[in-house]
């Protein structure tokens, strides 16, 4: 089969039954999805197959052959980050980042098929992912900020200089 | 890079028919082979080794998928998303917005609901309910035959059979109650689905009060007067405790669930 | 100021939002095994077999360990403090609390780990179990623990963590009401996003390399260096990246497991716990039964506190001492008390091991009282801001420990909050401060109480 990861087309072989989510982070080696649950409970593993959000834990790879897939490292770059991405930074949306990927891309799809800035339909397209850090509500301000199309200042969080851990620590 | 579950892949046969035909063929019997509708059950069974698959049948590429209406028919496949039905009427509609979220309504299908197993922890299949209030039909198939036959006799049989699809009468009324989840991912710990047929014919069903969606006929017979129906719908399960809720909490709440649904029926009348 | 009330941007913010943040299971080390545990399915049996021959002799295993393969096999997370330890890192003769690991297996793939798992022969004798932090404390209660059913290591080899100040009889003697309760907050699961994981690499050097989720860096390393019984100097440790962790990843619990079975197989090894098994048997906060009497004024001056706490360690110690101790000494809340009598024990049942989260042991007394001061103002027909605000710390008021408090803020904290909500507030608790007690604020019971903030 084949998948299209961010705009690259991969050859797969013999994963159909698999999970999408195992074939983007072993074979693929795309490890923005992250492993929460492995039983759709968390949404921290949810990818855009064709633009629409899918949890890729339950997915069978096999459905996914031939789709475009979309994962957090297709939305923007450090140096060209995507709106929803700004607002995430600016309202402090991730704290420690592990549900960060799939809230931003249920994010970015409510945003693509028209939502609005409410705060009851954001938390409707939202409701399958959980953060355990934030209370929810700078990740409701993001949405809401990104759905509005605000402008975001980032200057003060000038690109490149924040890098993590295993990328060689601080500034 | 890990060499992952590959093994087991290996060990497994995936069979991807094109067509219902194929499908069938590739059903057989059914022994040995794990249905896998939209996947949102049966791949964390798989994940988590609650089920073993010699073999898997994914229908997605099957063309069991799409809604058809011919006069007052019905007809919805057995691949067609939960999410498509959410604009329907009640009880079907609002029945399907209470499962799950978005994201898993989308990529779980009615068949799947419909034929999912026992639950391990929770119910599943709440579309269960809606669909025998409408006393809709189930189309299935084993060892090449395919019968049409009740839903409520189709539901024992649905670990042996192939289910292609269900078809109803659309109603002339039709209303859903369901406790409220505090979270898109609880199931719901027990709902009542309730349908008049054009013909008058009143059916009640529930879910979340036993292993899979059950008629309430005790409930159906003393329907004009909701609250002695609601009391009579007790006599027609038998409730148990889970991790969503216990059974007595389930048999003081079925009452008012039932009620609610015949007074929404009739205002709707 | 430069940093309070500015935008300061996370240093992490861009790397989190664009996938680039390395998370340990995102590590990845070409040859790399997967771990799975054999866990206990019981809640207390004893061991009477373990076999792992025939998962051993499986296709694709590469390494199987048991207790017999950990070098030091009990090594206490307050040992470092001279602490004896308790808790095996892999069940020998018994198990305690479901999902104890007992083996562990390191095979080619996960799924592969998972069936040698199941091959592993082993045979229980099941034991009475014990679920209830009070039941356990009961004389004729079925003993779990080696050392008996609760913790008996506090200085002095004392049983219990006790805090005796002023003359409580008196106090109770002269107290208008006497005002009980007993309150029980539950265990709580910190579910983490990021479920327990770690990765060990064997480098060229001999050192292993361990990537670990830890909250608690330092900590780790030392822990598994004592089982190894290796110097610190073998063992590198990467962390500081942690999909959540609440205090839930202080423990110890997946990397001295993983070294061993890489100095069993000589290759890398990731062990990455199913969400089941983080619900199953990672630590949770604990649970507590605290029974409080407290001896009233019926003008809402609080003369004495008799607190008896028992703080549900789970199966093994730990760190609940730790956590008992910070209890004790909040366990008058903001609250200036002049005359108390603590008791508090760390007890053991069944449960999975508890741990810290977000407030150790400060939480659950906490909630203990400020319900019950509801309760005291109700009893009393008293305003319940009022009351706080009266027995409230003032500056140089002493905690229950002896610490004289330099800069205390439970008055503008409760003005601030009947400002919030709209709750009308006497003059002269409008104008109420933390200065130091004068007055009407200084009855007799409290002038002992006030001490010296010199020196703090
Ligand atoms: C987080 C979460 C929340 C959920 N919440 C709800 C909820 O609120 N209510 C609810 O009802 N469900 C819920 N579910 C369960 C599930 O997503 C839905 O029931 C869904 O409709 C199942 O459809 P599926 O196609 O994904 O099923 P699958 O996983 O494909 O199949 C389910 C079962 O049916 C069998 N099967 C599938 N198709 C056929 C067929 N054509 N013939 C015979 N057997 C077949 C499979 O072998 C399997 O045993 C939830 C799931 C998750 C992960």
Redesign the pocket.
Known sequence: MNLTVNGITHGVDGRELATLLDVLREDIGVTGPKAGCH???CGACTVLVDGEPR?SC?LPAGYADGTEITTVEGLGTPEKLAPIQQAFVHHYAAQCGFCTSGMMLAAHAYIDRGGTDDHDAIQQALG?HVCRCTGYSKIIDAVAAAARGDSFDLTTTAVGKYTTMATGGGE | MAAASVVTDAATEVLMPGSEDE?IAA?GD?AE?????????????LTYRR?RARKA?M?GGAG?AGIETQGSRVTIG??T??QELVDMPAPLGPCAA????LE??S???????????EGYE???????SAFLALGASAR?AANGDVTEEPLEDFLPK??E????GVSFDEPAAGAFAGLD?PH?????ALAVSGAKGTDGTLRLAA?GTGSWGVRLPSAEAAAEDPVAAGEAALEDVSPHDDALASAWYRTKVLPVLVRRVLDELKESA | MKVVGARIPRYDGVAHVTGRTTYVDDVSVPGTLWAKALRSPHHHAGITTLDTSKAEAMPGVRGVITWKDVPLLEYGHLSALGIPADEPLLAKDEVRYRGQPIALVAAESEELAAEAVDAIEVGFEERPALFDVREAFDSDAPKVHQWGNWYPHFEGEMDRRQIRKGDIERAFDEADTIVQGVYRPAAIEHAPIETQVCQVVPEANGRLTIYSCTQALYFSLGVVAAHLQVPLNRLKIVGGTTGGGFGGKVDTATETMACLLVLKANRPVKWRWTREEEFLCSSTRAPWHMELATAMTKDGWILGQKMLTLHDAGAYARFSPYGLTKHSFHHTGAYSIPNLHFDGYVVFTNRTPTTAMRGFGVTSVSFAVETHLSRVAKELGLDPIEIRMRNANRIGDTSPNGVAYTDPSTIDTLQAIADAIGHELPADYRTMTNEPRAGELLPEHLVAQVGSTEGH
């Open positions: 039983q759709g409970g949890r339950l399958g | 499908a059903f059914g082979v794990v249905v896998v509708g939209g996947g949102t059950i049966v791949l964390p069974d089920r049948l229908l069991l057995t691949m998303p939960v209470n499962v799950a979220d898993i309504r990529q779980g299908t009615v068949g799947g609901n419909l034929c999912a197993r929770a119910p599943r299949g709440d579309l269960q299935s649905r670990r059979r192939l289910l292609l989840r898109t991912h609880d199931y719901t879910t």
